[in-house]
């Protein structure tokens, strides 16, 4: 069973960097044919894709977040983190991890529990 856990800070003030990270379990992010995302639900809206890695290290951009985005693994821990630059109210949401099956169209099959993430000052 994998197994995936966010952690990060819960409140971030604007302007600053949002850092999460996410430890997985049950399973290597190196596995053949599985990328790792991130995903966000802001409040009252629906789910948005930003990024993932791709089991081979291959990075993969939403392109309106591309310029403040940036995904990276470390897999001696089992982790992919997220770092989100120059963060505003509107980056405020639930964040997720989650694992996607690659192949001909989105096939996420296991999800963290999330992270509420608050942009204020």
């Known amino acids: 069973q994998v197994q995936l856990q966010e952690s990060g800070p819960g409140l971030v003030k604007p302007s600053q960097t949002l850092s999460l990270t996410c430890t997985v379990s049950g399973g290597s992010i190196t596995t053949r044919n599985y990328a790792w995302s991130w995903i966000r639900q802001p409040p009252g809206k629906g789910l948005e894709w930003m990024a993932a890695i791709a089991y081979d290290g291959s990075t993969y951009y939403r392109p309106s977040l591309r310029s403040r985005t940036s995904i990276s693994r470390d897999t001696s821990k089992n982790q992919f983190s997220l770092q989100v630059s120059s963060v505003t109210p509107e980056d405020t949401a639930v964040y997720y991890c989650?694992?996607?099956?690659?192949?001909?169209?989105?096939?996420?099959?296991?999800w963290g529990q999330g992270i509420q993430v608050t942009v204020s000052s």
């Open positions: 989650v694992r996607e099956r690659l192949g001909p169209y989105p096939d996420y099959d296991y």
